[in-house]
């Protein structure tokens, strides 16, 4: 029979030690009987074999050690000493949640687990500045915790509180923090009876925080039981706050709505949106457009978009280059080819010797149609009732900036312009005429060229569209 | 009138500032001060420092700057018909109540929102101001920053380079909602400030030209609130809405708040007691969108009330106009089956998997693990377990139902 008596601090380190020691000389679990100095002394010890270093424990059982060894009884150092051993026999052993050893070790750590947060959570500091090193200010605190847990709750106090002193004194271990240096003293400590001047401020904002009509003692038991409310201060206000919360309620229902006790200020024009709706036909410029079509709800499309996006570009513009709809990045960002096919046009229309800045660039939709794929949202085409709905967007458009050409890239914009979406790549690269008798080229959408999978024929599809593009200074100086 | 001290100003911003439902702490950048030059640390995992009575923990400072406003939103008690008392904090008188309490251990950091007073600019500045002025003096604490829909976008920039994680509250699950209770407030205006937060992440993700990772934005993300049982809204509606603003703003979460009665309250209101269940089985189908593979027609089936089931969990009312998917042997089914089975959360689902390759497993070896057997047995197959009839009984949905109660809560 061996019986390790490990220090009250260093626990961890010397169970390690001795663990891989009886290991080592191959001690069967049920030989050992795990205990702290000057507690149950051993009734038969032999003496601990020489320290050995063949045994490795496993990372998932290395790493859950800090969460065993502190265990109070005992079982949490007998169990990972029982790991261990067969961790040399069965690989892998640590990941079958089914195993009942494993099942064991992983309740204890979560026991722990839970003890080291509610020390970290539930751990009240009293102001006792003067008495911090170099003008500091110092700090005290006294908490019960179920395991012996102060070595490993220690450092993250000591990461919050840099730049105080402070001490947390436990029945059986102080941490103190003076100076920047962490460290610890074992013995025998008693709870002090005093308090903190903030105490007051802290249970005025607990009782306000605290939503009546919402009362739910049990949930909050679970989270902070009975056992912690001694030390901390707000605790005390509970028994007052459940027995008044049903009047408080009953109370606020009961009370009819009182008139405003004065004038109410008038807030934003509430009715601004309507104006809108009601002064389509007096839009004059392009700036008081764009304001207008923000409130518009012509088709459902607003509804789930996060903004209208309109055409942008000089008013004067001698060109409106005509796409499809704003997608994802241009829906966010509330301005028209910004996402992906956006900087390819950028990129292109600058090899192709234009400057976007001195163009007109909208789309035929002023909404982002799509559908939710996981948490993407993927484009989708609009439907012709949808493009019909849009296109008095276009019109006030086309009036306001009289363009000498219109470019309309891809299908949706080809047919809302010429009335007449057909055979698009047929007629690409060819000059129509609009609805309203302007002369339009006709092109591909550049996202276009971003979906189509051969290099090649991208390659290939790209110079056209650069080659069609080209095509519009000659027509200008026309 | 005499000048109110803090405790009453505390008590006025704090009881304006609690139908936030937001508390969390967690998420974000990993900061210390052992080093002694400040205050503070984030471990990326929230902490709850307390609970109050209502169950909800307290993990940060909640408070408003200020409780004036001059919108009038019917569900707020801060909206500028209401007779609640008034009360402004100071910027120091914010930083002093953050940094004492934070000291002492009370509180994971501060959550700062407000009443809109003059403008939405200067509103934000204000409380932007506040934010850094906290960080000038070296706390490294948790902040959480209500951003204000229409604030210029320099000053969103400057919340989330101070702030851990930003958010505006949708307030009402759909636009007619928000227009008919909250007429000056404008869902586009909202939409695109949680876009302009989401965009201005990706931007300072990106490494700059010389190549190094810019300082974090925001590093905890952007989240939203929507009132519940306030309007007429169905749970189609507020999961619908909420499944949109997932995927359009990359939000962390879409919080759900029960409307519950306020003082001074508005006449268009229900002053019933807040419904909770509903609430409760709102998050159970939030999480089964985002982590479970659940489409949103399966949680809310097309064609019916579009409400969720109050008597059983999401999970299990999907399993039950289901039955034909099931049985699901633990031994074999693939993850994205066993994730469909009452009981059984993502993590029991991983334990499942790894713990099978060593043995078959039995409903006892699925307990210990941390699976709820009890809800899962009649849809499973395990060693030495086979469901049988119970499966296809009339009455399998009556064993899960709970006696009603004569009040819920």
């Known amino acids: 029979m061996f019986a390790p008596r490990l220090p009250r601090l260093g626990t961890l380190a010397a169970w390690r030690d001795a663990a891989r020691a009886l290991a080592g000389a191959g001690i069967e679990p049920a030989a050992v009987d795990w205990g702290l100095e000057g507690g149950a002394p051993a009734m038969f010890a032999d003496p601990l074999p020489p320290p050995s270093a063949g045994v490795t424990a496993p990372k998932l059982l290395a790493d859950m050690l800090p969460h065993l060894v502190p265990e109070r009884t005992g079982r949490g150092m007998d169990v990972a000493y029982r790991l261990l051993m067969r961790s040399q026999l069965v690989r892998g052993l640590m990941s079958n949640r089914a195993d009942a050893d494993v099942a064991t070790a992983f309740a204890i750590a979560k026991a722990l687990r839970r003890d080291i947060h509610k020390m970290h959570a539930f751990v009240r500091f009293r102001d006792v500045t003067p008495g911090g090193h170099d003008g500091r200010r110092a700090f005290a605190a006294w908490f019960e915790p179920d395991h012996r847990i102060e070595e490993v709750t220690g450092p993250f106090f000591a990461s919050r509180f840099g730049d105080m002193d402070w001490a947390i004194t436990t029945p059986e271990v102080r941490i103190v923090f003076a100076g920047g240096t962490l460290s610890y003293v074992a013995g025998a400590f008693v709870r002090p009876d005093d308090g903190d001047p903030l105490e007051e401020l802290w249970t005025t904002y607990y009782r306000s925080i605290f939503n009546p009509a919402r009362l739910k003692p049990d949930a909050m038991r679970a989270e902070m039981p009975r056992k912690y409310w001694r030390n901390l201060p707000e605790a005390q206000a509970i028994p007052d706050m459940i027995a008044t919360a049903r009047h408080r309620v009953t109370a606020m229902q009961a009370t009819a709505p009182r008139p405003p006790a004065q004038a109410v200020p008038a807030g934003r024009n509430v009715e601004m949106k309507d104006a809108f709706q009601n002064d389509l036909f007096g839009a004059t410029d392009l700036g008081t457009l764009e304001r207008e079509a923000e409130a518009c709800t012509r088709c459902p499309l607003h509804g789930p978009a996060t903004q209208v996006v309109f055409g942008e570009g000089p008013s004067g513009a001698e060109v409106m280059f005509v796409g499809e709809q704003p997608g994802d990045q241009e829906d966010l960002q509330g301005r028209p080819f910004v996402g992906p096919a956006g900087q390819l046009f950028d990129q292109i229309m600058s090899e192709a010797g234009l400057d976007r800045s001195e163009h007109y660039v909208t789309n035929a939709v002023k909404h982002f149609k799509f559908n939710l794929r996981g948490r993407r949202r993927i484009h989708q085409k609009p439907a012709t009732s949808e493009v019909k709905a849009c296109r008095w967007w276009l019109e006030q458009e086309l009036a306001q900036v009289d363009p000498k050409l219109c470019v309309a890239m891809g299908a949706t914009a080809l047919g809302t312009l010429t009335g007449n979406a057909a055979g698009l790549l047929k007629r690409r690269g060819s000059f129509e005429r609009t609805k309203d008798d302007r002369p339009v080229l006709v092109t591909v959408h550049p996202s276009y060229l971003l979906r189509l999978p051969d290099p090649e024929l991208k390659q290939a599809e790209t110079d056209k569209f650069r080659k069609d593009l080209e095509k519009i200074p000659e027509f200008l100086s026309n | ?409």
């Open chain 2, 1 to 409: 009138m005499a000048k109110m001290t803090i405790q009453q100003k505390l008590a006025i911003l704090s009881d304006a500032a609690k139908y936030d439902a937001s508390c969390s702490s967690s998420g974000g950048a990993k900061r210390s001060s052992r080093d002694g030059s400040g205050l503070g640390s984030t471990t990326g995992s929230g902490i709850c420092h307390a609970y109050a009575p209502d169950g909800r923990c307290i993990s940060l400072l909640k408070i408003l700057m200020t409780n004036v406003c001059i919108f009038d939103c019917a569900y707020c008690i801060n909206r500028r018909s209401s007779n609640v008392q008034r009360a402004r904090f100071t910027v120091d008188e914010v930083v002093w109540l953050t940094t004492e309490f934070y000291r002492r251990n009370y509180i994971e950091g501060l959550f700062l929102s407000s009443g809109i007073i003059k403008s939405s600019d200067y509103t934000m500045e204000e409380m932007v101001r506040i934010v850094e002025k906290l960080r000038m003096d070296g706390f490294r604490g948790y902040v959480h920053l209500k951003t204000i829909p229409d604030a210029s976008p320099e000053l969103i920039e400057r919340a989330g380079l101070c702030a851990d994680r930003l958010s505006i509250n949708i307030e009402m699950p759909t636009d007619a909602g928000l227009h008919s209770y909250a007429p000056e407030k404008d869902a586009t205006g909202i939409r695109k400030a949680m876009a302009k937060v989401r965009t201005t992440r990706e931007d300072r993700s990106d490494p700059s030209h010389t190549g190094r990772r810019r300082k974090g934005y925001a590093p905890a993300g952007q989240s939203t609130q929507m009132i519940v049982g306030a309007d007429g809204s169905s749970d189609a509606d507020v999961l619908g809405n909420a499944t949109r603003l997932y995927g359009a703003y990359d939000l962390k979460r879409v919080y759900y708040s029960a409307f519950s009665p306020i003082p001074d309250a508005s006449e268009v209101l229900p002053l019933k007691d807040p419904p909770l269940l509903r609430e409760h089985r709102l998050y159970q189908a939030d999480w089964l969108l985002r982590f479970y593979g659940f489409t949103l027609h399966e949680v809310v089936p097309q064609g019916g009330d579009g409400l969720l089931d109050l008597d059983v969990d999401p999970k299990l009312a999907w399993a039950l106009v289901n039955r034909d998917r099931f049985p699901v042997d633990v031994n074999a089914a693939p993850k994205d089956m066993l994730l469909r089975v009452p009981g059984f959360g993502t993590k029991i689902v991983d334990r499942i998997l790894a713990a099978r390759r060593h043995s078959a497993l039995s409903l006892e070896d699925v307990r210990r693990m941390g699976g709820r057997t009890k809800a899962a047995m009649p849809f499973v197959i395990a060693r030495g377990h086979v469901p049988g009839r119970v499966l296809d009984s009339a009455d399998l949905r009556d064993r899960f139902v709970k006696p009603k109660q004569l009040e819920l809560f």
